[in-house]
């Protein structure tokens, strides 16, 4: 069994919540599972819904990581 951990807000699995974890949060911001532009891992507190509260998750554990 294998096993993945990733960091919060690490939503590119890059090692460290960045600026590009940013750009793929803005991509998904006000997103919900239909529509076009969700992407599950910018659903940071899993609501189902893309917002500011995922922002404000992210910011929280910028720059966090290796």
Do not use: C, H, Q
Not at 12 to 18: K, L, T, Y
């Amino acid at each position: 069994m294998t096993f993945t951990f990733s960091l919060v807000g690490d939503l590119n699995s890059g090692g460290v919540a960045s600026i590009l974890d940013a750009v793929i949060l803005a991509d998904a911001f006000d997103s919900t599972p239909s529509s076009l532009s969700w992407n599950p891992k910018a659903d940071l507190n899993g609501a189902n819904v893309v917002n500011i509260l995922e922002a404000i998750i992210l910011v929280r554990y910028f720059g966090l990581g290796s």
